[in-house]
């Protein structure tokens, strides 16, 4: 079988080969073009970008060897595979054919089928390259993620330094257990940013060496809250209260910046997952905040698809409970359906909540993108930039339909099947 839309640019002076070809290459499937000028070919490959050239060396004015090398100089078509099928059959020829680069050399009289295993061939080689083009891009793009987390992390401690300085000016001695916190603190800063060269570093820095400390933090502002009222009125209240609020707010964020830095990097291989069954446990996660809303969920037909668990658990939590969570005036409903396509699934998550004006829809997903404030909707900001990391992972597609007091409807797309080059690239990634 060819890949769809496979189209194959036939050039040959003998019109009875040029038959023969046309008409066998039809019947398998393949969109085909035909020639038999040099200088046609060239404008045909630039103008239609064929998916392989199949090219005879005894053309009049313009031989396959000089075609093949215009093609071969060109940009846009370089990336042409071109087998020569030719009744010339001189060694020297043959080597010259693919020192310009060519991929095959078939000689005349030729056997159709065996012309159809040789493009299959190629096709598949070809499909193969572009999926690994495609892996560097989504590598590039996660390097300039990180990127961008860093630059916020780095500004967060920024401030958090600046809110320690306050504490240590307006409560002085009866903060000294605080303030030596604080530095310890500061000293793991110090550490985290040291180690951000590599993704897997930060996110155990962020784990284990931030949590702890900010935990501290929060617990000896609110013992002196507790503890020392009458010394704290006014002004020094007002800050320990930022301080602890502040706290709570970075440990959110550590949280969310972690499962950021770890969505779409799960080392599992991809298996065959039902996704209703996925979905099911992302509404036991949510089991609460549920109840407390009265929030109804209806889920439909679900495929099962090569996939990880954990990362569609996550995937689903984070849409669901936004759904919820972005409709305060009536009882939440959330509907959760599919709308199949010829080699994806389009999965759909809808709610009837406030909605998105248009002109928001392509900054949402982008990391710590928030549309209201802490106090209206808590949140980080980061939800759905890991909904887009995932399912960019799986090589698909996230956006939203919504217009603001009409609900919103978040749509992604999944592969029917996992390619088999794909796998192999992820797997090669993550050893």
């Not at 295993?117 to 996660?142: E, G, P, S, Y």
Request: overall charge neutral; hydrophobic content about 35%.
């Amino acid at each position: 079988m060819c890949p769809d839309n496979s189209t194959i640019l036939i050039v040959d002076d003998s019109l009875s080969d040029l038959n023969l070809l046309s008409r066998f290459l039809k019947s398998r499937g393949f969109k085909i073009l035909s020639t038999n000028n040099g200088l046609r070919t060239i404008s045909q490959a630039e103008k239609n970008l064929p998916d392989i050239i199949l090219l005879d060396i005894d053309l009049p004015k313009m031989n396959g060897l000089k075609i093949c090398e215009k093609i071969k100089s060109n940009s846009q078509t370089e990336d042409i595979p071109i087998i020569f099928i030719t009744g010339n059959l001189d060694l020297d020829v043959k080597i010259k054919a693919f020192q310009l680069g060519a991929v095959d050399y078939i000689p005349k009289p030729f056997d159709p089928q065996e012309v159809l295993a040789r493009i299959q061939i190629q096709l598949k080689a070809n499909q193969m390259h572009k999926v690994k083009q495609w892996q560097n891009q989504q590598l590039k793009q996660a390097i300039s993620q990180q990127k961008i987390i860093e630059q916020k992390l780095r500004k967060q401690q920024a401030q958090e330094k600046k809110a320690n300085h306050q504490l240590e000016v307006k409560v002085a001695k009866k903060t000294a257990e605080l303030v030596h916190t604080t530095q310890e603190l500061e000293a793991k800063n110090q550490e985290l940013k040291r180690s951000n060269a590599e993704l897997e570093s930060f996110a155990y820095a962020v784990s284990h060496d931030l949590q702890a400390p900010l935990r501290s933090i929060k617990m000896f502002a609110q013992l002196l809250v507790e503890e020392y009222p009458e010394l704290l009125q006014a002004q020094p209240k007002e800050y320990l209260d930022y301080i602890i609020s502040g706290a709570e707010q970075m440990e959110n964020l550590i949280h969310d910046l972690l499962a950021y830095s770890r969505a779409g990097k799960n080392q599992q291989t991809w298996i065959p997952v039902n996704l209703e069954d996925v979905v099911n446990k992302a509404i036991r996660n949510l089991n609460a905040m549920i109840q407390e809303t009265k929030a109804v969920i209806k889920v439909g037909k679900l495929p099962t698809l090569m996939v990880n668990s954990t990362e569609m658990t996550q995937l689903f939590q984070n849409l669901i409970s936004n759904g919820i969570k972005f409709c305060t005036k009536q009882q939440p409903v959330v509907e959760i359906g599919t709308i199949p396509h010829r080699d994806r699934w389009e999965i759909f998550v809808k709610d009837n909540g406030i909605g998105i004006d248009s002109k928001y829809h392509n900054q949402i997903f982008q990391v710590f993108q928030r549309l209201h404030s802490e106090d209206d909707y808590p949140g980080t900001g980061i939800g759905l930039s890991i909904c887009h990391k995932i399912v960019k992972h799986y090589g698909g597609k996230i956006w939203i339909e919504s217009e603001p007091d009409q609900g919103s409807s978040i749509h992604f797309t999944l592969l029917s099947q996992l390619p088999t080059p794909h796998k192999l690239i992820l797997e090669t990634t993550n050893k």
